[in-house]
């Protein structure tokens, strides 16, 4: 069975906290992807994603506000890079989560996996 390590995006984006929507959301158009996780002096905190861009202009948010106004930024999920698919798969669909950061077993942040990933893994199995 394949492991989180093997379908995850890598490396993952991070910004720092007091980084604006406008450079976020330029950051991720430019990098073709879907979330970023948010940190504060290099320490993961949250993270930003599509949802939460289309979520902050529908709500006022201004372009230069910073994404510490707008990210979710409590609690931060993450997952180790040798879970199996399987177990994420069925984690991030009781939470609801579309994309999750990746840890290797020293806790630095390796990797991001989204639900693309991983319904285009499960699929071909």
């Known amino acids: 069975?394949?492991?989180v390590k093997d379908v995850m995006s890598s490396?993952?984006?991070q910004v720092e906290a007091n980084t604006t929507l406008q450079e976020t959301c330029k950051l991720m158009?430019?990098?073709g992807v879907g979330s970023v996780v948010v940190t504060e002096?290099?320490?993961p905190r949250g993270i930003f994603t599509d949802r939460d861009a289309v979520k902050a202009?529908?709500?006022g948010a201004s372009a230069m506000d910073e994404l510490r106004t707008v990210a979710t930024m409590r609690?931060?999920?993450t997952v180790e890079e040798d879970v199996d698919i399987v177990q994420v798969a069925?984690?991030?669909a009781e939470k609801k989560i579309r994309h999750l950061p990746v840890k290797n077993k020293e806790g630095e942040l390796v990797g991001m996996v989204s639900v693309t990933d991983l319904s285009?893994?499960?699929k071909e199995m």
Do not use: H, T, W, Y
């Open 1 to 3: 069975m394949k492991r």
């Open 11 to 13: 490396p993952v984006l």
């Open 29 to 31: 158009l430019e990098k």
């Open 41 to 43: 002096n290099g320490v």
């Open 57 to 59: 202009i529908a709500s």
């Open 75 to 77: 609690d931060l999920m």
């Open 90 to 92: 069925k984690l991030m």
């Open 120 to 122: 285009q893994e499960l």
